[in-house]
């Protein structure tokens, strides 16, 4: 008997390890001892992601656009902000929009919607550019909206002109010799405002820039370019006021925003996740932590309180969040920051506004209530 209560046993302890470690026992039984409390003072905290108007103090925050891609910004030379956001058409041929981007190819079909708002973010005049697959390349390049492939510019951000005029094409016959290609590319480099090159088959380039007030193409087709310099930005696809490195990897800043503060983590779901293997290899299992991690934004005496759903992981490198809780997850700001970009804050002088996001594809409007 006693050996029969002892296989009995052993068979109880092998299957209750089994269940720990594959049939999700250890997160049932963590999830159980989950008993913390959102403390009261958290508990009037507004979830960013609504659409309604969230007042603190004497100011406001509302979510002014949401967009298919990212959305773009800049402050042009007369001072206004430009926005450029960007959304699947409903108002052209269903069947192609359907189709269209199939299978991770390029999407042509698309509307971009270009925003001019003055310094208390009041939109002053907006313009509509619908892409299609003959004509999708309308990009922004400083004060200017341009399109290399068919040539043309617009000067609707300093004046609010949506006409097409053209640039001056040089060299589109590749007549030009190797030395009076050099010498303008050369030129080009040291004295336009901007420009973008753009390679094409073998030596083949092109060069569209702006210098002395107009607008050029250059083409080029000499070997001894081939390997020249190339703009630092493609000035069509990264215009953000939150910086070069938004939404992509960078150093730790840790007074990159000092007005924000994460203060608390409310863990509220523990999940187990087991990734196959191919090839023989081992499967691997980890944990996350899914809750909502809690922030204050200050801006002039007022603070704004809101929360974000966020997860972490027990993996490297996020392994540190994974451990922390409650309002020990404000040691970790800079960290959280450089691993997450749990959200974004533009401010300037000349402003009566600022921009706020968490997502690259979303842009809140922060203003003083009149």
Avoid: C
């Amino acid at each position: 008997m006693k050996k029969i209560l002892l296989i009995i046993g052993a068979v109880l302890l092998l299957a209750v390890v089994f269940l720990y470690n594959f049939g999700g026992l250890d997160v049932y039984l963590l999830n159980k001892m989950n008993t913390s409390k959102l403390p009261e003072k958290y508990k009037s905290y507004k979830d960013i992601n609504t659409t309604d108007h969230i007042t603190f103090g004497h100011h406001e925050i509302k979510l002014m656009w949401n967009s298919y891609e990212t959305i773009q910004h800049f402050i042009s030379s007369d001072g206004n902000v430009i926005i450029v956001t960007s959304e699947i058409p409903k108002d052209r041929n269903q069947k192609e929009i359907e189709t269209d981007g199939e299978m991770g190819s390029t999407r042509f079909y698309i509307d971009y919607h270009f925003y001019k708002l003055d310094k208390d973010g009041n939109i002053i005049d907006q313009y509509t550019y619908k892409a299609t697959r003959e004509n999708w390349k309308e990009l922004l390049f400083g004060d200017f909206i341009v399109n290399y492939e068919k040539k043309y510019y617009k000067t609707w951000i300093k004046d609010g002109d949506t006409l097409r005029k053209p640039m001056i094409i040089l060299n589109e016959d590749l007549k030009w010799g190797e030395d009076e290609q050099v010498n303008l590319y050369h030129k080009i480099i040291e004295e336009a405002d901007g420009y973008l090159r753009d390679s094409k088959s073998g030596s083949e380039g092109i060069i569209t820039y702006y210098m002395n007030g107009k607008w050029y193409q250059f083409f080029t087709n000499t070997k001894a370019l081939k390997n020249g310099y190339f703009s630092d930005r493609n000035p069509g696809y990264n215009n953000s006021l939150f910086g070069k490195q938004s939404f992509s990897e960078r150093e730790l800043q840790p007074n990159r925003y000092p007005n924000i503060m994460p203060v608390y983590f409310q863990r509220k779901e523990l999940d187990k996740f087991t990734s196959s293997a191919s090839g023989g290899a081992i499967s691997s299992t980890s944990k996350t932590w899914t809750g909502d991690l809690y922030f204050q934004l200050m801006i002039k005496g007022d603070t704004l309180k809101f929360k974000e759903e966020m997860s972490f992981k027990e993996d490297f490198p996020t392994e540190k969040f994974y451990n922390t809780k409650g309002e020990n997850i404000s040691k970790l700001k800079a960290e959280i920051e450089k691993q997450y970009f749990p959200y974004f804050y533009f401010e300037d002088k000349n402003l009566n506004f600022q921009l706020f996001t968490t997502r690259q594809s979303k842009l809140y409007m922060i203003k003083p209530i009149k």
